[in-house]
C-alpha cells in the first residue's frame, strides 16, 4: 500500500510480538544522513518500545545505501540477531544513478533474505524528491524507521515459532 494511503507509524500494538528475547541488527547509511538519522529514531524508539532492550540493539552505519546489504551481513554474522533492519534514503536525482542504486539495494537484500537464516527488513526510502523523504522519515506519513521495526520485530517472531 502506498504511504500516501496509510501513515508509517500507524499500527496495533495488539498485533506486535515482545521483543524482550530479541537482539536486533540495524544498519544505517550516512547517506540523506538528516533523513537516515530519523529514521533510524524511529526504528530505535519503537524496538524499545517493544521491549528490544537497548543492549539487545547492534547499531553500525555504512557510506549510503548500496553498502547496505553487505553492512547487513557483516552484522548478522557478528552479532547473531534475530532480525536486521537496513535503513537509507535513494532520492531521484537527473541521471540512472537512482535506478541502479535501488535495484542493487533491493537485490542484495533480497538476497540476504534467501541465503540467511534470519529476516532482512528492507527500510529504504526511494523517493522522487527530499520533502517526500522527509514526509516519510517522521513527517505527514509517519515514519519508514517505525515500520521496519514492526517488520522485524513480527518477523523474528515468525521465525522463532
Known amino acids: 500500500m502506498a504511504s500516501s ?3 508509517l507509524s500507524d499500527y496495533d500494538p495488539a498485533t506486535i510480538p515482545d521483543g524482550s528475547s530479541f537482539k536486533i541488527g540495524i544498519v544505517v547509511s550516512e547517506w540523506n544522513e538528516k533523513i537516515t538519522a530519523a529514521l533510524l529514531e524511529g526504528a530505535l524508539s519503537t524496538l524499545q518500545h517493544h ?3 537497548r543492549e539487545n540493539i547492534e547499531v553500525r552505519t555504512v557510506p549510503g545505501s548500496f553498502e547496505l546489504p553487505y553492512g547487513a551481513r557483516i552484522v548478522a554474522e557478528k552479532f547473531s540477531p534475530q532480525a536486521v533492519i ?5 532520492i531521484q536525482g537527473e541521471t540512472k544513478h537512482f535506478d541502479y542504486i535501488c535495484q542493487g ?3 542484495g537484500i533480497t538476497e540476504l533474505n534467501l541465503d540467511y537464516d534470519i529476516p532482512f527488513i528492507f527500510g529504504v526510502l526511494t523517493t522522487n524528491n527530499l ?3 522527509r514526509d516519510r522519515a517522521g513527517g505527514k506519513y509517519g515514519n519508514k ?3 521496519a521495526a514492526i517488520t522485524a520485530l513480527k518477523m523474528a517472531s515468525l ?3
Open 51 to 53: 521491549g528490544v532492550s
Open 145 to 147: 524507521g517505525d515500520e
Open 105 to 107: 539495494v533491493s537485490w
Open 5 to 7: 494511503l496509510k501513515n
Open 159 to 161: 521465525r522463532s515459532r
Open 131 to 133: 520533502q517526500q523523504a
Open 86 to 90: 537496513c535503513l537509507g534514503c535513494v
